[in-house]
């Protein structure tokens, strides 16, 4: 069964996960026409593989430590921490440490 995604107005809760980390699964919070928002969830040496996508992206680490590379490039990211990447770009993320992360993706037309 999938998970409903929020509303239009419906408050998320994206505070870190703390202890549930570990139990917690990678989960789309909503999708519109223009916009797509994930909880990108990550444990200790697991990776996204590195793709790309049209539009603009947005990571913050909510906790943890994870390492984004964008066009081969890495960043480190950790727990407050936001990385701005333009359309396009090749990327790819790895947790250094179990973290999750809030993920938005601009859905270019």
């Known amino acids: 069964m999938a ?14 996960l703390g202890a549930r980390l570990a139990q917690e699964r990678s989960v ?7 916009l797509e928002v994930m909880r990108v969830v990550l ?6 593989p ?9 990571v913050q680490c909510i906790e943890g430590s994870i390492e984004v590379k964008a066009d081969n490039v890495p960043h480190v ?4 921490q936001l990385l701005y990447l333009t359309g396009g770009v090749t990327h790819g ?17």
């Open 3 to 16: 998970l409903p995604h929020a509303s239009p107005g419906q408050a998320i809760d994206i505070q870190p």
């Open 28 to 34: 789309a919070l909503f999708k519109s026409v223009d």
């Open 43 to 48: 444990m200790a040496g697991k990776a996204w």
């Open 50 to 58: 590195p793709h790309k996508v049209a539009g603009e992206i947005t």
């Open 77 to 80: 990211l950790r727990a407050g």
């Open 93 to 109: 993320i790895t947790a250094l440490q179990d973290s999750s992360a809030i993920v938005t993706v601009s859905l270019r037309k």
